[in-house]
């Protein structure tokens, strides 16, 4: 089974960085989707980051210009690299994967995923 597995959370002052790291075990397929997560407390989760095999990104606009994901092959690895960290951005961050659609459907990520780390805790002060 895929495995998941985060690291990188903790506590920073408001406009800090931060880097979170998911090493990704036992990945199956010849391509992936990938994303980030987050969710604070009494609020919904938020997509805030998407890497797909082709090198194509997406992000949430509460975090464009400040995040990027991305992801090291060797492992594989996939960061998050978070720069000016805002008290807004204090949530519990997942990592998560899927597999795209098939190729007739052009390798889409269809954004449901179905594989996602523990969580890493990140709180920021003001």
């Known amino acids: 089974q895929v495995q998941m597995v985060e690291s990188g959370g903790g506590s920073v002052e408001a406009g800090g960085p931060l880097r979170l790291s998911c090493v990704v075990r036992r990945w199956p397929h010849n391509r992936y989707c990938l994303g980030w997560f987050r969710q604070a407390p009494g609020k919904e989760r938020e997509g805030i980051a998407h890497?797909?095999?082709?090198?194509?990104?997406d992000y949430a606009d509460s975090v464009k210009g400040r995040f990027t994901i991305s992801l090291d092959n060797t492992q594989p690895t996939l960061y998050l690299q978070m720069n000016s960290l805002e008290p807004e951005d204090t949530a519990m961050y997942y990592c998560?994967?899927?597999?795209?659609?098939?190729?007739?459907?052009?390798?889409?990520?269809?954004?449901?995923?179905?594989?996602w780390g523990q969580g890493t805790q990140v709180t920021v002060s003001s």
């Open positions: 890497l797909a095999s082709d090198g194509s990104t």
């Open positions: 998560a994967a899927e597999p795209p659609l098939p190729p007739r459907m052009g390798d889409a990520c269809p954004r449901e995923y179905v594989y």
